[in-house]
């Protein structure tokens, strides 16, 4: 069998998963892939990465082609701090309006949609753009970005007194629905899993244990947190306090209810259920 191929997101987010691995604490005999999700997503579905954190979205586009790890996520429940929308007006007064979307992110895109649709009742123009805060809000009214370069803008924002209005698109997912988010999942090529099972359950217990391993020394976390992108230190442990990996039934309800709605909007073309490895 070929040496597994391992994506990584190079967000904060992912960092309490992998930095157990990038640290040899945990041992893996394998190669990680670094990159956005966009790209990873990319990888994973021309069959160039046996497992990846993919943007959940991708999930319910391609059931068929992969299989959800167990027990494993990229979620928040309410604020999320990491998927903001900047803007000139109220998101309520953007009618009309161009948005700039960061083209490193599926989910956050889908969620803005859904949010603008069936939450604010708001219709905007959506445009790609790489994600960069001062050239997208020249280039319209607001502007989606996600991971660090969102946490990064966030601060030019308040350092600089830049006027503008920011939107934790968690903390209005949670209050409209009421329910957590799922933005990213672990995910295995369903052929892999199916030609290599015992291998398979390795690798979910191992990304598991890296996970617990990286989440017991928090202060190891936000050290290396800092050194990769200089945010302040009561920012990165905010930080690490809100993001979650669990997928517990909780988690799993929000992820559905985010796929009926993107369901009812038109972005996927039929509501799917949850095929997490290990269960019946």
Known sequence: MAAIRLGQVEYLNCLPVYHALEEGLIPFDGELVKGPPTSLNRLFLEGNLHITPASSIEYARHPDRCIILPRLSIAADGRVASILLFSHLPVTELEGRKVLVTTSSATSVVLLRVLFEHYYHVEVEFCPAPPDLTTMMAMGDGALLIGDDAMQAHQQVIQQGL????????????????????????????????????????????????????????????QKARRRTGLPLPVLEDYFTIIRHDFDESYRRGLLTFYDYAYKSGIIEERVRLDIWGEK
């Open 163 to 222: 006027p503008l209005l920011v939107t934790d698109l968690g903390q209005a997912w949670k209050d409209f629905t009421g329910e957590k988010m799922v933005y990213a999942l672990w995910l295995i090529r369903r052929d892999f899993a199916e030609a290599h099972p015992e291998e398979t359950t390795a690798l979910a217990e191992l990304l598991f244990q890296a996970r617990q391993v990286g989440m017991a020394d928090l202060p190891a976390l936000i």
